[in-house]
């Protein structure tokens, strides 16, 4: 059960594990730890570093100078691909949804800092568009390499199962064991890496994904798409694992009014985090997913005597984007 991928060195890691003693105090228990992939380094950080680190590895190791990968108009993944493709010196383009604003902020005024190519595709923000951009770019010589969407391929699952070996090191120095870990879930890689990595070393911690996104991925539905990345990527590491729907927890009662759509449970969130723990987060993931962990502590599914990791995964450029949005008391 082992991989020898190439690997480009983009980040800083391990990242910390501290407790949020206040946020936990404010909210009667349980015990709440934090996971801060928002200190990655890279472009401000995110947990997308850690899966480029492995696709950009590949795209060096394939001989690409162009990478290509889509998203949202504060797509994160974006914003450190941008950045990761500055590092090691390739042509970057970006295949945004919606349309060009008259005025560029948060994630998509990084993008433009680091220099890329931005394609704007309307509804399509999940990279329908570029198959043409592909044809396009060869047609001038260059070698492009397709990021997926989030970053979320086997490659990207085996940044976290790793990343999910990284956390029990810390946990084990602090002699500290979870109950539950709690994160966004958007594009899948995550998720699939840490179901791998909490099988692998055998932690039968609770892996609770908070649903982002109403969408599907390639036309399967969520739920599927991410066991069916858990499988794949075990082959890839030929581990003699099969996952089925009995292995995923994706709680999708957070969705809301849609991706990107900010209400009253992420502004609470970000407020509560800010206000208690100095930490910001971010409205479109990390909020809706701290949101999710406030009413499942509220509500008795996480009880005062459980020990709970929040993953944060990044995203705070995007709160400038979204200050009209926001409504912080």
């Not at 996104?213 to 399967?220: A, I, L, R």
């Amino acid at each position: 059960m082992t991989h020898n991928l190439p690997k480009a060195s983009l980040g800083y890691f391990p990242t910390p594990l501290i407790e949020l003693t206040r946020l936990s105090a404010k909210l009667g228990g349980p015990k709440i730890y934090m996971k801060r992939d928002d200190n990655t380094g890279l472009a401000l950080g995110g947990n997308k570093t850690r899966k480029l680190e492995y696709i950009m590895g590949d795209a060096l190791a394939k001989g690409a100078d162009t990478v290509i990968t889509a998203g949202a108009i504060q797509s994160n993944h974006c914003r450190q691909t941008a950045g990761a493709a500055a590092s090691l010196g390739l042509e970057c383009h970006l295949v945004l949804g919606g349309e060009e604003p008259t005025q560029p902020q948060g994630n998509l005024l990084l993008d433009k800092v680091y220099g890329c190519h931005i394609h704007w595709a309307g509804e399509n923000r999940k990279g329908e568009d570029i198959p043409a951009l592909v044809e396009q770019l060869k047609a001038e010589g260059k070698k492009p390499y397709i990021i997926p969407y989030g970053g979320s391929n086997e490659l990207g699952a085996v940044a976290f199962i790793e990343a999910y070996k990284e956390l029990d090191s810390q946990r084990r120095d602090l002699n500290v064991t979870f109950t539950h870990i709690i994160f966004a879930s958007s594009s899948g890689a995550t998720q699939a890496g840490l179901i791998i990595g909490n099988k692998i070393l055998e932690t039968n911690c609770q892996l609770v994904g908070i649903n982002i996104d109403k969408g599907e991925m390639d036309k399967v539905p969520f739920d599927e798409h991410i066991i069916s990345l858990a499988n794949s990527t075990a082959q890839l590491i030929e581990a003699d694992y099969q996952f089925t729907a009995n292995d995923l927890i994706l709680n999708s009662n957070y969705v809301g009014d849609g991706y990107g759509v900010i209400g009253e449970l992420e502004n609470e969130a970000i407020a509560m985090t800010a206000q208690n723990e100095g930490i910001l987060l971010d409205p479109v993931y990390t909020g809706r997913a701290m949101g999710g962990l406030i009413d499942m502590i509220r509500t008795g599914q996480i009880k005062s005597e459980d020990t709970v990791l929040f993953w944060h995964t990044g995203g705070a450029p995007a709160l400038f984007a979204y200050a009209e949005d926001l409504d912080i008391r």
